[in-house]
């Protein structure tokens, strides 16, 4: 079994950090979900496409990420195996589609923290002139 493994530095909180990673992944139509003991974000089912897995855990000025895809899908749901979709030629297909979502999620994390604070608005004038 093989994973992507990162702890990507972030200057974002935890909660700030978890809406990148969902508005992001939920995007690329990944669903958060229990899979054999691990939340993850999982897309495709086995039958047509490889699963694809990325498990993103934020914590204050840290994210644990962790990619797969499937080694080895059976039938929709039955797969056995984890590819680390960074490393190796076997797989390739399915490790092509994996790799640039993770490389973009870790560019849209640390954009976050050097994205500038929005300017406060000004008061609305007091009315009248004079």
Do not use: C, N
Request: proline share 8%.
């Amino acid at each position: 079994m093989s994973r992507y493994v990162k702890d990507l530095s972030t200057a974002v909180s935890r909660d700030e950090a978890w809406a990148v990673i969902t508005a992001y992944l939920q995007g690329e139509g990944f669903e958060y979900r229990d899979e054999r003991g691990e939340q993850v974000w999982r897309k495709g089912v086995g039958a047509l496409t490889v699963p694809q897995f990325i498990k993103a855990e934020p914590a204050d000025g840290l994210v644990h990420i962790e990619a797969w895809t499937a080694g080895y899908a059976f039938l929709p749901g039955v797969y056995v195996g984890e590819m680390d979709p960074t490393s190796g030629v076997w797989g390739a297909a399915p490790k092509a589609m994996l790799k640039p979502r993770i490389a973009e999620l870790e560019r849209r994390l640390l954009a976050a923290a050097t994205a500038p604070a929005p300017a406060p608005t000004a008061a609305p004038p007091s009315g009248g002139a004079g």
